[in-house]
């Protein structure tokens, strides 16, 4: 199975947030969308609007342990990671994905085709398609 076969049963809108936003934005933003992860975009002069990253719970509650309630003011891009974004792409399997946030120990990964922003895969998503494949598969040897 593959990174788009997912894509393909989620909804279309992916979550973003700028980096200039404030955690506390980008915690709203969360708690609206009832998720966990946010693509962070920048303006880039050649490119647009370029995801450079990714936003998490995690992230909140990092900026409020560091830094109390004025966390809650500061910049997502005072917390995110911009030297080199994690991504996949469609045609990527989900073992494939699955190795890759392990290794960096994340969660949530972009997925970008043809250097488009066209959705957000999660471990979440990868364990529900290996359960389902599994489930399948013991209906199938059940009948």
Known sequence: MQVGDILRKKAARVATVRMNETVAIAAQLMRSGNISALVVKDVVRTEGNTPVGMFTERD??????????????MKVSQFVSVQQLISCTPSDT??????????????????????SLIGVISMRDILA????????KETVYAA
């Open 60 to 73: 909140v509650v990092r900026a409020i342990a560091q830094y109390g309630a004025a966390g809650a003011n």
């Open 94 to 115: 989900l073992e494939h994905v699955r190795r890759v946030m392990n290794c960096e120990h994340i969660r949530h990964l972009p997925v970008i085709d043809n250097y």
């Open 129 to 136: 398609a290996f359960d389902e494949e599994a489930t399948a």
